[in-house]
């Protein structure tokens, strides 16, 4: 990537780039320490680890959860027995979790892709796709899912660990526009658009591969950040950050829990009049 | 477009291209005849005409519409009177409505679109999104839409101009896997990925600019589809083509209503129980 000229700017010396990647696979070792904790649900990205790892935490009861992006990508990860599938649309912030195929022209948004996968699996589907508040609660619900998964309407809570260059971006007018982006870690992932988003674009093919690019754009983040700017740090964020909220995560998650249970009791679409059998 | 390998495998004369553009914008031409039986609805794509036009429309007492896929084309909408605004999801079929940015890697999934514009105009919400089935029309509503706007599940109806290859692509498999595309055209448009797609990229700088595109194909096109072949044919379609039925359009239509006044009655997520007002 073209970032001399911005080291330049912030007189960053190159040479302090960390070598190394900037996230691990899971492995043995996580796996020997997940163990002493036995945590009851393990939920991967970007499909699964190698069957040995899988069925050792399987050994301890876990129930383990992954994202598909596509109908394919459910059906993979069904066949190789995951206790339910997470639908994630275009619509969510961070990582894409396709695996599958990497042409990000065929991912789908989530309007389409939950009710498709509930019909091509018997598994449960967890819609996690830019839900912000009670409406989208009912309406993934609606699309026959059979549960959300939620993160960008939590990003304000006092218990996350977002940064405060990220709670100014959700808050502003800037959360308005997100874009799929590889430079921030080397793999495409959703975020508020930033300055370097816009100036070297927010696909590049010169930014390293995943996961190098997380050490490649380190010191310029953090120079950046220590002034106050949120330029050129990832700024992860689903479309649809509306739903932030500066309130206690225990507050959020009840909310949108009674619209789950709401949804559940009042809004069957299944007990609508059918006209048309064919 | 490099044509030629096409042109000389089906036997065709690239003198037989036609002139001229396969699509006109509303003229005043146009405005003449329509007045003539003074329709109660006028839907635009692409933004709007020029204000004297629009002003004609309006003159016969006709609603008049128009697509947005951000929330600035909505609120640009809005400012310029119309009387509701369709949002368009990035899950929809066929062309884009964008006019405001050209940037597709700006545009949104439906379940961040729909409550976004819902929330930012005054003006009633149609949403227009890959909406399949009841379920569909059920999530929409539940997402603040005030209605629906669906075309791909009519495509298989009787009454449908569909052509035999486009409809042999909506009923098989292919159908599965659609992106946008700029070849038939020269402006961005969803359809079911072909031959052409595949081997051209969907996406070609070097496809003629929008409506020039569509005569510029139109020998090779007719020329494959007279052989029984889609491969070289807009097959527009949205991502959710699961809810094309042979039916009757009327009995399509009914059920879509049922489902539409069974999520009017039944399913307001406003009156989940609300934990946190911040």
Redesign the interface.
């Known amino acids: 990537m073209r970032k001399s000229p911005y080291f330049r700017e912030f007189g960053i010396d190159a040479s302090a780039i960390p070598a190394g990647p900037g996230r691990v696979p899971f492995s043995a070792a996580a796996a020997e320490v997940l163990e002493e904790f036995q945590p009851a649900v393990v939920s991967f990205h970007f499909g699964l680890p190698a069957p040995e790892l899988l069925e050792r935490v399987r050994r301890w009861g876990a129930k383990i959860l992954s994202s598909a992006t596509t109908?394919d990508e459910a059906l993979w990860l069904e066949a190789r027995g995951v206790d339910a599938v997470i639908a994630q649309?275009?619509?969510a912030g961070g990582h894409r979790g396709h695996f599958l195929s990497e042409d990000l022209?065929?991912q789908?948004?989530?309007?389409?892709?939950v009710?498709?996968i509930v019909?091509a699996v018997k598994i449960p589907v967890i819609a996690a796709?830019?839900?912000?508040?009670?409406?989208?609660?009912?309406?993934?619900m609606?699309?026959?899912a059979a549960g959300v998964q939620i993160g960008t309407a939590y990003m304000l809570c006092a218990e996350a660990t977002t940064s405060a260059v990220h709670r100014a971006a959700l808050k502003s007018d800037a959360a308005?526009?997100t874009?799929?982006t590889n430079l921030f870690t080397g793999r495409p992932a959703r975020g508020i658009v930033n300055r370097l988003m816009r100036e070297l674009g927010?696909?590049n093919p010169a930014a390293p591969a995943f996961p190098l690019a997380t050490a490649a754009i380190a010191p310029l983040r953090a120079q950046a950040e220590s002034l106050g700017s949120g330029e050129f740090s990832p700024l992860w964020a689903?479309?649809?950050a509306?739903g932030c909220?500066?309130?206690p995560a225990s507050?959020?998650t009840?909310?949108l829990a009674?619209?789950l249970?709401?949804?559940l009791q009042?809004?069957d679409?299944?007990?609508?009049?059918?006209?048309?059998r064919?």
Chains 1, 2 share one sequence.
Not at 108 to 113: D, E, H, K, P, Y
Not at 269 to 276: I, N
């Open positions: 109908v649309g275009l619509e022209g065929m789908v948004g989530t309007f389409a892709l009710p498709q019909r796709v830019g839900i912000a508040d009670a409406k989208g609660v009912a309406a993934a609606a699309l026959g308005r526009v874009a799929l927010p696909i689903g479309q649809n509306s909220k500066e309130v507050l959020l009840r909310e009674g619209a249970e709401y949804a009042h809004c679409p299944g007990e609508a009049p059918q006209a048309a064919p």
